[in-house]
């Protein structure tokens, strides 16, 4: 699981380095404004991600900025590496 949350988070990194040189160094043709559209989904995706993270686990768990920054950056791969805290602080304490 843990390389399947690594490999996300790098992908994801990727699609937000292409859509942010985008926004810098557009592209040619359509291909800025299928990036341009796909970066305000992701965005908004993403901040719907962050919403959902802290009505789910605020009480679970102490969240910083960074938690939350980390949730926006990489969406619901970061949403599943807390959920696995989350179980594993519920297993020791079990």
């Not at 557009?26 to 995706?45: D, K, W």
């Not at 920054?69 to 970061?78: P, W």
């Amino acid at each position: 699981m843990k390389f399947i949350i690594t490999s996300g988070k790098l992908v994801t990194l990727f699609a937000w380095l292409l859509m942010t040189y985008n926004l810098i160094m557009p592209f040619e043709g359509n291909i800025a404004v299928i990036l341009y559209i796909l970066l305000a989904v992701t965005a908004f995706m993403h901040l719907f991600q962050v919403a959902i993270f802290h009505t789910l686990f605020k009480s679970l768990l102490p969240l910083k900025k960074s938690d939350y920054l980390n949730v926006f950056a990489f969406g619901a791969f970061s949403l599943l590496q807390y959920r696995s805290k989350v179980m594993q602080r519920q297993g020791k304490s079990a």
